[in-house]
Structures are given as C-alpha cells and as structure tokens.
C-alpha cells in the first residue's frame, strides 16, 4: 500500500453523483465531436459509419470506459498511483505516466484550438469576421500572428482556474454551467440548421447509409475516434474516477457517459451539413470545416453573425469541459508524486502546458522550422499523442483488467451476467481491436 497520506479520497474533494456524469460528459464531448466525427462519418459511409461507430463504442469504447472508471475509484490516486496501487507493481506506475503525458500532449494543442474557438466567437458577434469574405485568407493571416498565442493562454488561464479551485468547486461547478449551456445552444443551432432550405440535402449526406464505403479503413477510423471521443487512453477517466462515490454505479454511469457522447455527435452532424449544405459549400475538414466552410455559411444566412457567435461559443464551451479533464490527469499526478498542494501544482503544470503549446500555435502559421517530416509541430503532437499514445493507453487498461487486476469485477459491482460480457470483452476482443487501431494509426499496418 502506498501512503495514505497520497491518497484522493483523503482529501475529500469528491463529485457529487450527478456532477461526475455531468463532468464525464463534458470531457467526452469535445472538439472531436463538432469537426471530426461529422466530417468521418460523411466521408466514411453515412448512417453505415454511425452504425459502426455505434458497434466500436459498445465492443470496446464502454468497456474500457467502465476499465477506467473502476481503475480509478478502485485505486483512489493518479493514472500512475492508482496501477500500481492495485497491482501492487511499481512498474505498472510507468505505464500511467505515458497516459499521463498524452493528456499533457493533447491538452497544449487542443488549447490553442479553443483559443481558436474564442477568438472567432468574438470576430463574429463583432460582425469583423464577415468583413472579409476571404475566410481562408482570414484563417491563414490569423495564425500567422502572435494572437493565437495570446489566445492559447486564455484557454489555458481559464482550465488552470478550474484545476485551481479543485475538483468539487471547480471541475463539477463549471461542468454544471457550462455543459447545460452547450446543450442549450446545441439545440438552437440544430433547430436553426434544420428549419434552412436545403437542410435536407445535407442530412440525407451525413446520414445516407453507404455499406458500400465500409471498409478495413473505415472501421479503424471508427474504432480511433470512438476512443478519442470517450476521451480514453489518456489517464482522464482513470482520474475523474478516483472522486467517484463508492455507492455510485458505474455500469450506469459508463452507459450515461456513452449515450451522451453520442447524441451529443449525431446532432453536431444535424448542424454542420444542413448549414454546410444550404449554401452549397464543401464541408471540407478538421480546422478549414469549422474556421473556414462555417463562416462562409454564416456570411450568407440572416443573422449569421448572431448564429456563427453563437457557434463559437458552443465549441469554446465543448473544448474547455474537455480541457479541464485533461489538465487534471497531470495536476493530480504531480501533487502526488511531488507531494505539492493543488494551486502550486496547477501553475507549475498549467504554464508549463501553455510553454509547449506556444509552438503548436505558430507552427500552423508561417514558422517552416516548426514544420519536421511534412509535419507540423501541433499536428505531430496531435500525431503522437492521438495515435500513438491513446491507443497504447487503451491496451494497458484492456491488459490491466482483464488478467492483472484480479478484483475489478467487485469494484465494477455489475450483476453476474453484465460482469461476464464486460470482461470477455476486456479480455478477447478489446486488446485485439486496440492493437489492430495502433498498427493503423501510427503507420505501421496499410490497408
Ligand atoms: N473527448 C474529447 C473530444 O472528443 O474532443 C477529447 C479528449 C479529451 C480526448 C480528453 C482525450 C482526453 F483525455
């Protein structure tokens, strides 16, 4: 047993029940869900991806999910703590500490997107980003400046103050404004979208089935972002879980946090392409769908400059409950590992994430000596920390549960036959497919 003194749970700052869903959601649904997934599922076969990405959630997205989340209430400490803990192992420890760097990883380049997300909410409630219908240009010219930088730290600022005020007054405080407002404009963007002329055209694109694109590739893809959407692999679900309750059901929970996720996904979709569609603008993808093909369509609609603020807002929103559950992977293994109290340990690792991400954010404009092998420097973090890190994470917790840690079924609580699936999953098919997504995303298999 590690000291208690090192241990969460003594400090007391737990989540209420309903405030740990709230911030599970808030970090699943992200940046991933408004630009990637949409844009996957159109180019990957329509409702047949949904559908696929529907399978990869259940098989291996929810299992490992309930891995993580019992981890970490089990183990009661960090990403790294908490393995070794429950194995008893000090090795385990290191394989915490390479999910705790992928949250550190991702965090200094998914902040300088939500500074993105910033900056463009306030150019469009101004009316300045329509002043200009060059919005390629616009986009290029903005991140050859130092104002992403400026932005970044924003970003950061505001995650380090919720990582600052602790777990129940700040994580769940802010998950509990922020996550119904995202719904809100969720909901109002979406009736927006869909009441347009031409919404059809683009729903019919998003969610016409395709089984004829569906290939090797396809599920991969689906498998990689049904991981990256349920924020796996990084420590993230491994530490929220650490500040669970004990009486609280994680079975429920992990299908809570699920069923969040996707519908919060299926209805960015039902935003994006009718908007997209309507104006008879290519969806495009990644940063050009959301910064460049959405202000054309806000530019061309009534009141664009209302409904694209808005937008914004609602990715600023999704970004930073993400943001502050990726923060506090690294926070929380500090304090332990260095015996540091909270604030100090979120200065010194939130300034330090910002330093790193500074030439994330320069690296998309015009600074080529941050470009290596064809690469910027933000995307080969997002390279490693996404492709490479995330599902390595992912395998260990499969390994983790599945034959190491002979007593998580009893902290998982699940009834005899949920307790069979889940680990027969965990066990057989989950590492299997995880592995197949590493040798995929990191380069090393072709289909
Ligand atoms: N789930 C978030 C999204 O879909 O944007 C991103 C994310 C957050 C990934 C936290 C990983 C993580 F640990």
Redesign the pocket.
Known sequence: HEPAKQDQASSGDNFSRGGFILAAIG???????LWKFPYITGMYGGAAFFLLFIICLLLVGLPILLGELVIGRGGRGSAASSLVRLSGKKAWGGFGVISIAG?FF?LSF?GVVAGWAMHYMILSFSGELFSNSDFAGQFAGFNASWLPVLWQFVAMFLTAFVIYKGVSSGIEKFNKIFLPALVVLLVLLMIRALTMDGAAEGVSFFLRPDFSKLTGESVLVALGHAF????LG?G?MITYGAYVDKRQSLGTATLAIGGGDLLYALMAGLIIFPITFSFGIEPGQGPSLVFIALPAAFEAMPAGWLFGGLFFMMLTFAALT?TV??LEVPVAYIQEKLGWGRKLTTVVVGTLCFLIGVPSALSIGQYDWLTFGGKAFFDWMDFIASNIILPVGGFIVTIFVGYVWQQAGEEAGLTAAWFKLWIFMVRYVAPVLVLAVFLYTSGLLEL
């Open positions: 970090s699943a649904v992200g940046l991933g869900n949250s991702i998914y990256f959407s349920l924020s990084m993230t993400s559950s990726l």
